[in-house]
Every structure is written in structure tokens, then in C-alpha cells.
């Protein structure tokens, strides 16, 4: 005989001694509370076929039941499922937007400094032909650290800037010198005249505050999406509270156990018992809005000053304009370097005698929109942005309303209409007591659930924590500086790759204290054999300047 069996007759023998004689006994069938039952996939064997004393009971009432022991345990685990199911459904939007869109911006910025290479390559081979593709490991070398720095190696954007620079003009000084012979030492001397001659006119410091803020903003937005990805999943994956585990049974499944399966949680009991199972995540929403304010502020200068698209996009552009002041100042800038340096040795009759190829034209040819590469990942980082930005703000104060999304649901609760037929955590009434405030410390008198508001969970404060530490650095991206290099010179402008925007105000034009360009490798300053032919490959730089005259003439 099954147990239940015993637990119905025994009851029901006391109670009819009890009752005078003649009274009508009737137990309340279980059959609705079978159906549910067995709905959810359990096994019917151990469910009586009507109600039982309830004294086994220990989440639930301990009146007449529907419940048996096993019962109430298997029905435990199950409001722990279908909770732990319901934060990261309600969550689901914010961890989709974070993942898909971290996953596009990513696409985009590889490929945008993808096609800026390419552009730059096709370009200046067809515009300077063997004289660049014999020195092109210096732009190979800068789109290779530019790169580097946006996958988060540790890169210093205006040394490894300073340093292109100095190595394109060491490459251009013996280009346009080939008469001359010159030694590491030499060359270490010229490159220490790039910041006073400024042998390439305005283009370095220009395009170095463009670089640096453009891909400072786009590298810690990227960073900033990959932080708040991996917090909104890990937020979501909760792991209840023994006292959690309690509440939920009562309210999603002591209706079954007093035979109301079909009988709802008021909606007012779900807010108190999610409010309390869910106050450490509430107490991250704070944290969180900041967060998402920061990344729209860092949104904000990718549409404008800080577009990465408009900086790459022109770069070959830019370069070959520098390029071009460097050969129209070539005279006055090796006039001043022989003073400063020493007159430099001549070069063997052989490499100063021989000629230039006919098919070189040193003339700038402008580039056409159509031969660029296609935009990168097919769209543009305006809408990329504007997309980002309505989901981020959606975004906004999720924590919180986590209890009140779930207690919408009419899966979980009878809805705000019904607050008199629904289930109260006791019978199918009205719920009295008053809601919550959100967040830990508020829980303390929560009459669902018991908090210890003294120990807030460590995995939430870990979480705060890394919130803190990126909006931290997006909002040094919004003015332009690296936190990672913060305080590394005393006479960079505030930060060692940093534009050193004011306030809310980003100017144009900035007045640019550079520092000292740092010692070029002697590896990069050795003299190869290409240079040496591309020196081979020149007349004297009078009989070019006559060139580029004439062509300016012409024009």
C-alpha cells in the first residue's frame, strides 16, 4: 500500500471520531493538482488522489494538502529553474545587444584599418612605383602597431607616431641626398631635427591628435561593450539564496499544494519576492547607468571629432601630402641639417651617378573615391553608432526592473487587474503589505524573503567594481586621453596619447606640446640595401625641384 495511503486514512479516522455523528465528510480532490503536476513533466505515482495532513510540509502551509514530501522537494527545484530562466530571459535583450554589437564594431574597425592599408599600398605604388614599394616596411610598420594598439597591445600612439615620422625622414633625407654617404650616428642626428624643421609641414602634428583621440575613443568603446557583454551575462547566471529558494517555492508552488494549481501569485508578492531575491543585482544598476552614460558620451565623439572612418579613410592622402612639403622644403631642410649635424661624407662615385627611371613621376597624383575599398562591414560607423546608441539607452536601469519585467509576466502573476483572486502566499486573497524599495539594504524588512543586508555577494561588488574601472576609463576617452598611459611624461599634454580635450568642448585645432621623439631602433636606422638603391634611382634633387616647379606651373 502506497504511503500517501496511510497518511489519508489516519487523518480522516481522527477527524470523523471527533465530528458528531451524522456529519458529512467530503476531502477535496487532488485530480486538477495531478494534471498540473504531471504537466510539468513529473512522475503522478507518488501524488495522492485527495488531500492529506500536512504536517510534512516545511516551505508550505502545514494544513490539508496535495503535497507530499517528495512533492514539495521536486516542486522546490523547479521554481529555482524557472527563476533562474526568467532573469536571463528578461535579461536577454541587454546581453544580445552587447554581444551583436561589440561583435559589428569590432568587424568594422579591423576592417576600416584593413582598407586604409590597402588604399595607402595601391596609391603609392602607383604613384612613386620601386621608390615606395623598396621602402614600404615604414607604413607596413605603422598600420601593423595602429593595429596593435586597437587589439589592446601596449602601445604608445604618439611615440610610435613620433617614430614614423622620424623614420620616413631619415629614408627621405638619404633619398634626396644620394650624393652623400651617411652613418647610423648621422641619421640618429637628423631624425632629432623632425620637431624643429618640421621637414613635413603640418601633417605629423595634425594627424597625431586625430589618431590618437580617434583611436583611443574607438578602441575603449569596443573595450567598454566587451565589459558590459561579460557583466550582463554574468549578472544574469544567478545563483538563489537558500532563503530565495523558500520564497519562490511558496510562491509559484504552494498554490499546487492547497489545491489551486491554477491560482496565481498577486503581483504585489512576486515585486516583494523578486525584490529580495534580486537586491544585490538592483544594487548594480547604479554602476551600470553611468556605465551606459559614459559609453553615449564616448558614442558621441565616434559621430563627430573623434570619427576613426574620417581619419583612416584619407590617411594615404595625408601621408603623400606630407611627402610632398618634404620634397618642396627638401633644400632649406638638408641646408639646416648640415649645419646642425656636419657636412656628411661623400657617397662612392658609383650610387651618386646613377640615373632615375623614367617611369618615376614624383608628382601627387589625387586619389578617386571609386578605387577605395569597399566601406567597412558594409556600412558606415554613423549608423553603426546611432544603432548603438537607442540600445543602449533602452539599456539603461535593466538591474532594477528586473523584478517588475518578471512580475509583468502573466506567466508568473496574475496581473495588476486581479489583486483579490490571486495567491497571497497563504490563500486566494488580497496582498496587504506594502512593496519593497529596491536595492540590499532595503530588504531588511522584506516580508517574503530573508536578506542578510550585512553581507552583500561579492560576485556583484566584483562586477561593480570592473563598471567602475571602464567608465572610468571612457570618460578619459571622451577628452581624448589613454588612461593607460596617463602620467607617463611630464611634458606630454596631459597624458602620453591624449588630445587633451577641455570640458565639453573639442576644438579643431589644438595647441600640441610634443615631447623629444624617443631613439629610433638601430635596427630601423641601418642603412639596407634598398635605400641604397632608391638613392641610386635619383638625379640631383635640383634638377627635381625644377620638375616639381614646371608641374606646379602647369597645373
Excluded at 502506497?2 to 480522516?12: E, H, K, M, N, T
Excluded at 492529506?52 to 496535495?66: N, S, V
Excluded at 607596413?140 to 600612439?157: C, H, I, M
Aim: hydrophobic share 35%.
Amino acid at each position: 500500500m502506497p504511503s500517501w495511503i496511510g497518511a489519508v486514512i489516519l487523518p480522516l479516522s481522527g477527524l470523523l471520531l471527533s465530528l458528531p455523528a451524522g456529519a458529512d465528510v467530503k476531502a477535496r480532490s487532488c485530480g486538477e493538482v495531478r494534471q498540473a503536476y504531471g504537466a510539468k513533466g513529473f512522475s503522478l505515482v507518488d501524488i495522492p488522489y485527495q488531500e492529506i495532513a500536512g504536517e510534512h510540509l516545511r516551505t508550505c502551509p502545514q494544513e490539508y494538502t496535495c503535497c507530499t514530501t517528495e512533492m514539495e522537494d521536486k516542486l522546490s527545484q523547479q521554481s529555482k529553474l524557472e527563476f533562474e530562466n526568467l532573469v536571463e530571459e528578461t535579461s536577454h535583450f541587454v546581453r544580445t545587444t552587447f554581444v551583436s554589437r561589440h561583435k559589428k564594431f569590432d568587424e568594422f574597425f579591423r576592417e576600416l584599418l584593413e582598407n586604409a592599408e590597402k588604399s595607402l599600398n595601391d596609391m603609392f605604388v602607383r604613384t612613386y612605383g620601386m621608390l615606395y614599394m623598396q621602402n614600404s616596411e615604414v607604413f607596413q610598420d605603422l598600420f601593423t602597431e595602429l593595429k596593435r594598439y586597437y587589439t589592446g597591445g601596449n602601445v604608445n600612439l604618439e611615440e610610435m607616431l613620433n617614430d614614423f615620422w622620424a623614420r620616413l625622414l631619415e629614408r627621405m633625407f638619404q633619398l634626396i641626398n644620394p650624393q652623400y654617404h651617411f652613418s647610423e650616428d648621422y641619421l640618429e642626428c637628423v631624425s632629432k631635427y623632425t620637431d624643429q624643421l618640421k621637414p613635413f609641414g603640418d601633417v605629423p602634428r595634425k594627424l597625431k591628435i586625430q589618431v590618437t583621440r580617434a583611436f583611443i575613443a574607438a578602441r575603449t568603446f569596443v573595450q567598454g561593450l566587451t565589459v558590459g557583454r561579460e557583466v550582463a551575462n554574468r549578472v544574469s547566471k544567478v545563483s538563489p539564496t537558500p532563503g530565495c529558494i523558500r520564497a519562490l517555492m511558496k510562491m509559484l508552488y504552494c498554490p499546487y499544494c492547497r489545491g489551486l494549481p491554477t491560482v496565481r501569485p498577486c503581483n504585489n508578492y512576486c515585486l516583494n519576492v523578486m525584490k529580495g531575491c534580486l537586491a544585490n543585482q538592483a544594487d548594480l544598476d547604479t554602476e551600470w547607468n553611468l556605465f551606459i552614460d559614459a559609453m553615449l558620451l564616448v558614442a558621441e565623439r565616434l559621430e563627430g571629432p573623434f570619427n576613426i572612418e574620417s581619419v583612416m579613410d584619407p590617411i594615404d592622402v595625408k601621408i603623400s601630402e606630407a611627402i610632398m612639403n618634404m620634397q618642396e622644403n627638401s633644400m632649406q631642410v638638408s641646408a639646416k641639417v648640415f649645419q646642425g649635424c656636419g657636412q656628411p661624407k661623400p657617397a662612392p662615385a658609383l650610387r651618386s651617378a646613377r640615373s632615375a627611371p623614367e617611369n618615376f613621376n614624383t608628382r601627387f597624383r589625387p586619389y578617386n573615391p571609386e578605387e577605395r575599398p569597399t566601406t567597412a562591414a558594409g556600412t558606415s560607423l554613423d549608423r553603426l553608432v546611432t544603432d548603438i546608441k537607442e540600445k543602449l539607452k533602452l539599456s539603461k536601469k535593466v538591474w532594477s526592473a528586473l523584478p517588475y519585467t518578471i512580475c509583468k509576466d502573466e506567466r508568473v502573476t496574475a496581473g495588476t487587474s486581479n489583486e483579490e483572486d490571486c495567491w497571497n502566499g497563504h490563500s486566494k486573497a488580497r496582498y496587504l503589505p506594502e512593496i519593497m524599495n529596491d536595492g540590499l539594504t532595503n530588504q531588511i524588512n522584506n516580508p517574503e524573503v530573508d536578506v542578510d543586508i550585512t553581507r552583500p555577494d561579492t560576485f556583484i561588488r566584483q562586477q561593480i567594481m570592473a563598471l567602475r574601472v571602464m567608465t572610468n576609463k571612457l570618460k578619459n576617452a571622451y577628452n581624448g586621453n589613454d588612461v593607460n598611459f596617463q602620467d607617463t611624461s611630464d611634458e606630454s599634454s596631459g597624458s602620453g596619447s591624449g588630445s587633451g580635450c577641455m570640458d565639453d568642448v573639442c576644438p579643431t585645432e589644438f595647441e600640441f606640446i610634443t615631447t623629444e621623439a624617443p631613439a629610433v631602433d638601430p635596427d630601423r636606422r641601418e642603412e639596407d640595401s634598398s635605400a641604397a638603391q632608391l638613392g641610386h634611382s635619383l638625379l640631383s634633387w635640383s634638377l627635381v625641384c625644377m620638375v616639381l616647379a614646371l608641374q606646379r606651373l602647369c597645373r
